[in-house]
């Protein structure tokens, strides 16, 4: 009887992580069409574990660690570490927005973990820190919250998306974000320095390192981690999947020749700042109102940087920050305007576009950041409607039909560049089913 019991709720257990799957995306389908006509907001019916904003009414989403403005989503477990999440809501007034979290896999898939497995507390809670604008053309809702809270924590490591909705309705889904908590448990050590081959040698970085696990049971290596490494806080062009090429007593080594572990250098981003729109700032050459009062910024005509020599100057490896120099309240006194971007190019290109991109966009490329070929300027352009703020940017050019864009087209290739290079590793325990992050390694290209 006993053997027969142990059979019968291992057999349940399995059935339930099936079902929970099942559910889970049932639980999230979205049921609403773009009645705003943006297909690049609503593609398909369900939610995607990603960086996503699902209602073009929804900006300048902002996720970091609250130590600083410009830190990644990623806390350690059992610290006092928080979260915020803010966003703004341009069609004004006051909506009932829910949130939730999320625990998903190495690959950013949702785990077979039920909520009450890696969260404490509520199962879900409201959005009520909320400011309605004040001083600004454009009209909008500031939305604010920070977790882990009172009201929610987890309590397992790993990745994780925040998910808000409206009206406790998970089928009317606002946006998602992703962020990582994380355990110490393995060191990890490394560096990152020009490519070993003589093609690659002077336009990208390699990220050699070793995970030591003196203090921790690793019993397969190369079934049970999982290794990312990713670029300035990028998950658009992460290096997934890194086995060890060498492993001695309680050491893993990741050291390639074949490129595996090499990312382009790329070059320094490109700046506009407009958080005046009264005064001319960096890279603005004009700042005006329209007919219809409407904000306008012109960026400085850009260069195409592919056959310029390396030349450094000091950025913010893609990120942004929102600030507006003459007003105190950068949340809810800066405002938006239309920020117009041009780069001489002699002919359109076909089969693929142009993109203007970086962390303001979560790096994606789709209509809202598309540039278009104007005939009788002889270039590229393209117009994002942006919050006040001081900003990074660069042009990646994507052929149809591929997923990975090319940043080096108009921008260049050069091992010298500056980057921010974070190293996760992740671990299945045996007998468990989901992903541990065990370890995190920060390193920079040029800071040792």
Known sequence: MAIMACFLLKEFKIKENRVKKVIHVLLFLVAFNSVF?????????????KDWIYRPNIKT??????????????????????????????????????????????????????????????????????????????????????????????????????????????????????????????NIVGNVHQAASAEEYFNKHEVDFSVFYSNYTITNPFQDLKIVVTQNNRWDNAITNLVPMFTKQNELTF????????????????????????????????????????????????????????????????EFYIRNTEMENNDNESDYAWVHFFIP???????????????????????????????????YEAELFLKQGYYNYQYVYIKDGKAQADETMLEGNHWETENDYTIYVYHRKIGTYYDQLVGIKKLNSIRK
Request: net charge negative; hydrophobic share 30%.
């Open 37 to 49: 006509g943006q297909d690049d907001y609503v593609k398909d019916n369900f939610i995607r574990y």
């Open 61 to 186: 989403v902002e996720l970091r660690e609250t130590s600083f403005e410009l830190a990644a989503p990623l806390i350690e477990l059992g610290s006092t570490q928080q979260l915020v999440l803010s966003f703004d809501d341009l069609d004004g007034g006051y909506e009932n927005y829910s949130y939730t979290l999320i625990h998903c896999d190495a690959s950013w898939n949702p785990s077979d973990l039920v909520m009450n497995e890696y969260l404490g507390g509520f199962f879900e809670d409201n959005i009520s820190n909320y400011t309605y604008s004040v001083n600004t053309l454009q009209k909008y809702t500031h939305y604010k919250v920070t977790f882990p809270n009172n009201n929610m924590h987890v309590t397992k490591p790993g990745n994780y998306i925040v998910f808000v909705y409206e009206n406790s309705e998970k089928e009317k889904p606002v946006l998602t974000k992703r962020f990582m908590v994380y355990q110490n448990l393995v």
């Open 255 to 318: 050291d390639y020749d074949d490129g595996s572990n090499c990312f382009n250098g790329g070059n320094e981003f490109r700046i506009f700042d407009n958080k005046s729109l009264k005064f001319l700032t960096t890279f603005v050459s004009k700042n005006y109102k329209d007919s219809l009062s409407q904000n306008h910024t012109l960026v400085v005509p850009d260069e195409n940087k592919h056959f310029k020599r390396y030349m450094f100057y000091p950025d913010i490896n893609g």
């Open 345 to 379: 190019y002699d002919t359109p290109l076909g089969e693929g576009s142009f993109h203007v991109t970086g962390k303001f966009c979560d790096w994606k490329t789709d209509k809202t950041n598309k540039l278009v070929y104007n005939a009788r300027k002889m270039g």
